[in-house]
């Protein structure tokens, strides 16, 4: 075969290639670095068939309408030897463009068919093996590679949490080999983001501190983010001499070399416990992604300069000048793989993608209840259990108390949560009793804090972290959205990352404040789609509450976020000092997700509340019965799911709604429940109460936006004056109670 013979539909990319490796001959120039001839064969099927997928999904679509935007991996085979550099059991989790440590990984593990998961993603078909069609995904549970769609490295968190667990299974064994080292790949453009600068540095510091972070940060460059160039030595720069990292740099066109320093950093890793940087160096073609046109921003020079290093062109060289094969005899099984990896793409049409809402959606939440109230229900310390009314701290303490001595895999860790106790108390006592290994201080960012749970959760433990104001998840929200949430969706619950996350919530504290302290916007939590969101106000509803959520957790996999009001943490009455109204004794009884409670039976009105809003509502129905009218309270407890029936009954029973809401008047939970109240049929009278859409401000000011008593019941007072003159009684609806 010669230049002249090739297939006329290659593409220039292709065509140059195998032009290139068909011209190689025994006096060829090979790389420096020597690859043993196996491992060259092992390494180029790899790299070849995760090339050949990357040509046949662009032949697909443009000749047959096949596929949709996917990014590719051409050009970045090299990381098909750090593959072979780790053992198949260690856990992966992979950058977008590392399709050649897929096919690696899969040809060490074998009984995979990593051709067709790949194609089956990029036709989006419901057959795919790991995201069932959701998303083409580098994952497998065969293959121990956790699924990733990170763009930003918000994957790095989890993988330095997945690393930190090892040294924490003390009692119980976890999901793989204590002695495992956790890979995880990254671009250039990414180690940029706050995500990845943070996640390197929790590494550090646990590994500073003398903790074993068994992790190897793989930094695939290839001088490119989308169109923007890295500064040439950057990565290098930023990087390099950082303590106690093993740091090592390898470039894609050398794949001994790849090899050679990937298996001395895994190795030192697994030795030492200490974190690992691989600065890989790579090239990319076919461009970003899609339609993605590089010649609008690169120059032809540029192009060709990444030509000369295409890594595929270097393995081919080693099995040439070693005498494994002739050039030719590569080119021939090149093309004969394409042949059949486009036919393989032309079967997979006739399979099918996902064909309704609810399918698309199973994975994201599954519930068992009866499953839950039994495990709940153990999460009893029935003999030790200390019978005196508590306050919300207090019970919130026992509840994790009686967790720790009964989950052997039960974490509790955060900010001050050790040795202080927590900000307020509420851990208080815990680390002394069940050790530091199970309950301990975080370094101050909340990244690595919900890293450490993902990483912890997917590795066997129970985690319960703890963010310590509401204000401080900001930043690291997308832990919850683009990684907590999405895992069990992008890979059909084949890994799931159990976690109940409180939080210290919401505004009226006095004394102490601003909006980093007093934060009352919840609504970036109400947009996670399966996330469940938790809100005690009382302590008799928090034990039950926080029970619940740690064994939905536990049984049916779920991401939990508990809300619990600050100024409700050492509240012990409700209408006068002394009365301990808001103290309770522990409770055993079960609160299933997404049930409401209702206070009163009153025929006037229906309030709508939860968190702070509970406290003053019951407050101020007790004003407005004083004047007459007869209310009751409905205490949501869930924000998600919104308990939907209870508040349409309760709706239904008065036909007067007065929605209390202590988020925000834009974007507030009084939103959702309006819409649910309208979608439900509900046509009698409606009105909120809000916060006003403002940061909350220090000190007395904080009253002037935030929801009070005075508010609930002049406005409750206002309906009831307008209905008397229309002379209008509510309309009173029965609806059977279920």
């Known amino acids: 075969m010669t230049d002249r013979s090739l297939p006329s539909d290659l593409e220039p990319l292709e065509h140059d290639l195998l032009a290139r490796i068909e011209r190689l001959d025994a006096s060829s120039t090979a790389p420096p670095t020597h690859l043993d001839p196996l491992a060259a064969a092992e390494l180029f099927e790899a790299q070849v068939l995760s090339r050949v997928v990357d040509h046949v999904a662009r032949w697909a679509r443009r000749e047959h309408d096949l596929g949709y935007y996917t990014i590719g991996s051409a050009g970045h085979e090299a990381n098909a030897a750090v593959a072979m550099a780790l053992r198949p059991t260690d856990p992966a989790l992979l950058h977008y463009r590392s399709g050649g440590f897929f096919f690696s990984r899969a040809a060490q593990v074998g009984g995979h068919d990593p051709v067709g998961d790949v194609l089956r993603g990029m036709l989006a078909r419901s057959t795919e093996s790991m995201a069932g069609g959701r998303h083409k995904v580098f994952g497998s549970h065969r293959l121990d590679i956790i699924p990733q769609t990170s763009t930003i490295a918000s994957h790095l968190p989890r993988a330095v949490g997945l690393a930190r667990s090892f040294a924490l299974a003390e009692t119980f064994e976890p999901t793989w080999p204590r002695d495992s080292v956790v890979v995880c790949s990254f671009g250039d453009a990414s180690l940029n983001h706050s995500t990845a600068q943070g996640a390197i540095n929790a590494a550090l510091a646990a590994s500073f501190r003398g903790d074993a972070v068994p992790v190897l940060f793989v930094c695939e460059d290839n001088g490119l983010g989308i169109s923007v160039p890295t500064t040439p030595g950057w990565v290098a720069s930023s990087t390099r001499g950082r303590f106690g990292e093993r740091w090592a740099a390898a470039a894609g066109d050398d794949p001994g070399a790849v090899l050679d320093q990937a298996t001395r950093l895994a190795a030192e890793i697994r030795a030492t416990g200490r974190p690992g940087f691989l600065h890989l160096g790579c090239v990319r073609f076919l ?109 919130i303490n026992r509840v994790l108390d009686d967790l720790l001595a009964l989950r052997p895999n039960s974490l509790v860790f955060g900010e001050d949560v050790g040795r202080k106790g927590g900000v307020y108390g509420v851990t208080r006592g815990l680390q002394k009793r069940h050790g530091a290994g199970r309950v301990f201080d975080t370094i101050l960012d909340e990244q690595s804090i919900l890293g450490l749970a993902l990483g912890a959760a997917v590795n066997g433990f129970l985690p319960i972290p703890e963010i310590q104001y509401l204000a401080y998840l900001h930043n690291a929200e997308d832990q919850l959205r683009g990684e907590a949430a999405s895992l069990a969706f992008f890979s059909q619950g084949r890994y799931r990352n159990p976690m109940v996350v409180r939080i210290a919530a919401y505004g009226y504290q006095r004394g102490f404040g601003g909006h980093f302290h007093n934060d009352n916007s919840v609504a970036v939590l109400r947009d996670i789609p399966g996330l469940v969101i938790a809100s005690p106000s009382h302590p008799s509803d928090a034990a039950s509450m926080l029970r619940t959520c740690l064994a939905s957790a536990e049984i049916d996999g779920s991401v939990c976020v508990f809300l619990e009001p600050i100024a409700r943490y050492h509240t012990a009455d409700l209408h006068t000092d002394g009365d301990g109204l808001w103290l309770a004794p522990p409770t055993v009884d079960h609160v299933p997700i997404g049930v409401a409670r209702t206070h009163g039976d009153g025929a006037d009105g229906t309030i709508l509340t939860w968190g702070n809003g509970l406290f003053a509502s019951l407050r101020a129905r007790a004003r407005l019965a004083d004047l007459g009218e007869r209310w009751r309270v409905v205490d949501l407890r869930w924000l998600a799911p919104l308990p939907v029936d209870d508040l349409l009954r309760e709706a239904h029973s008065t036909g007067r709604v007065l929605v209390v809401d202590e988020t925000r008047h834009s974007g507030g939970v009084g939103e959702a429940v309006v819409a649910a109240l309208v979608e439900g049929g509900f046509a009698g009278r409606v009105d909120r109460v809000a916060a006003l859409d403002s940061f909350v401000p220090l000190g007395a000011a904080a009253e002037l936006v935030l929801v009070s008593e005075r508010q609930i019941v002049e406005r409750a007072l206002a309906r009831a004056v307008a209905d008397v003159s229309n002379a209008a009684r509510p309309t009173r609806y029965v609806v059977e109670r279920r």
């Open 287 to 395: 461009g970003h992604a899609g339609t993605d046109v590089e010649t609008a921003y690169r120059s032809p020079a540029e192009l060709r300069a990444d030509i000369e290093r295409d890594p595929i062109l270097a393995t081919a060289a080693v099995q040439v000048v070693g005498g494994n094969c002739t050039g030719a005899d590569l080119v021939a099984w090149y093309l004969a793989e394409r042949d059949t990896v486009r036919r393989r793409m032309l079967e997979l049409r006739s399979e099918p993608e996902l064909r309704s809402g609810p399918e698309v959606m199973a994975p994201l939440a599954p519930r068992t209840p009866v499953r839950v109230k039994t495990a709940a229900e153990e999460l009893v310390d029935r003999a030790g259990i200390d019978r005196s009314p508590a306050t919300l701290a207090q019970t």
